[in-house]
Nanobody, 122 residues
Framework: QAQLVESGGGLVQAGGSLRLSCAAS????????MAWFRQAPGKERMFVAA????????LYADSVKGRFTISRDNAKNTVFLQMNSLTPEDTAVYSC???????????????WGQGTQVTVSS
């Protein structure tokens, strides 16, 4: 029954902000590392941010450090990605992932949502 569902994507002007949400179902997800990845058209999926559910440690890609913040609400089994100072280079499908371990490699994550589109206009 494991499932991840993203929401909050949309169209925003450069310099604007969006907050993405990822709701997780299943008994074990509250103890998993969770992460956000993104994939632009014609590009490989790339790591954005990760967070440990219980330890509070975070990891960010250099391209988003200082602009994006990953957070969580364990009572709701939900992880968030607050995105500020958006640029057109942030345009991509953003996907939530969950799994064991820790790191920026997609192979470390076992469960994936379908993704939500973020489009930043100039």
């Amino acid at each position: 029954q494991a499932q991840l569902v993203e929401s909050g994507g949309g169209l925003v002007q450069a310099g604007g902000s969006l907050r993405l949400s990822c709701a997780a179902s299943g008994d074990t997800f509250s103890r998993y590392t969770m992460a956000w990845f993104r994939q632009a058209p014609g590009k490989e999926r790339m790591f954005v941010a990760a967070i440990t559910w219980t330890g509070g440690s975070t990891l960010y890609a250099d391209s988003v450090k200082g602009r994006f913040t990953i957070s969580r609400d364990n009572a709701k089994n939900t992880v968030f990605l607050q995105m500020n100072s958006l640029t057109p280079e942030d345009t991509a499908v953003y996907s939530c992932a969950a799994g064991t371990g820790w790191g920026a490699h997609s192979k470390k994550y076992d469960y994936w949502g379908q993704g939500t589109q973020v489009t930043v206009s100039s």
